[in-house]
């Protein structure tokens, strides 16, 4: 259903949707902490790149398969990827900043991190569901009629 250009879920749906999201990102979560461990712990890289490459390989894949499988979007990739871009072009100045400041504090690499993670989680998903796919979700493989 759709009222005014954007897409109306059940609250069923909305959940499987939410669902979707969180497991997804996970996973991505395990990529970002797994590429983040090999910089930091093997490497010996700061935490700055170290999680700045993580976050990049994670954002690839989580594009990908939230794009396919929970927003099951029909979305011309190019404008998907740039909104997104502007999104991240905010977050991780940001983040690396903050994430950076807290472990010349003295937190954990790895709490900072986590903590990250979840800021990422919730605001990625508002910009993915509100913005980026707010008109095209559910188009996936749905034939075009004239």
């Not at 003295?106 to 903590?115: A, E, Q």
């Not at 996936?140 to 004239?146: A, I």
């Given at each position: 259903?759709?009222?005014?250009?954007?897409?109306?879920?059940s609250t069923q749906e909305n959940?499987?949707?939410?669902?979707?999201?969180?497991?997804?990102?996970?996973?991505?979560?395990?990529?970002?902490?797994v590429v983040f461990t090999v910089l930091e712990e093997i490497l010996h890289l700061p935490y700055w790149p170290s999680y700045l490459s993580a976050l990049i390989a994670s954002v690839l894949y989580n594009f990908t398969v939230?794009?396919?499988?929970?927003?099951?979007?029909?979305?011309n990739i190019p404008k998907a990827?740039?909104?997104?871009?502007?999104y991240y072009a905010l977050?991780?100045?940001?983040?690396?900043?903050?994430?950076?400041a807290l472990v010349h504090q003295?937190?954990?690499?790895?709490?900072?991190?986590?903590?990250t993670m979840v800021v990422n989680l919730v605001t990625e998903y508002c910009v993915n569901r509100f913005i980026m796919y707010r008109t095209s979700m559910n188009t996936?493989?749905?034939?075009?009629?004239?």
């Open positions: 259903m759709e009222t005014k250009g954007t897409a109306v879920l959940l499987v949707q939410i669902g979707k999201f969180v497991l997804f990102s996970i996973s991505a979560g395990i990529i970002q902490v939230n794009r396919r499988f929970t927003f099951k979007s029909a979305n990827m740039l909104q997104l871009g502007i977050f991780t100045p940001l983040s690396t900043w903050w994430g950076d003295g937190f954990s690499d790895y709490l900072v991190l986590g903590g996936r493989g749905q034939k075009k009629t004239h």
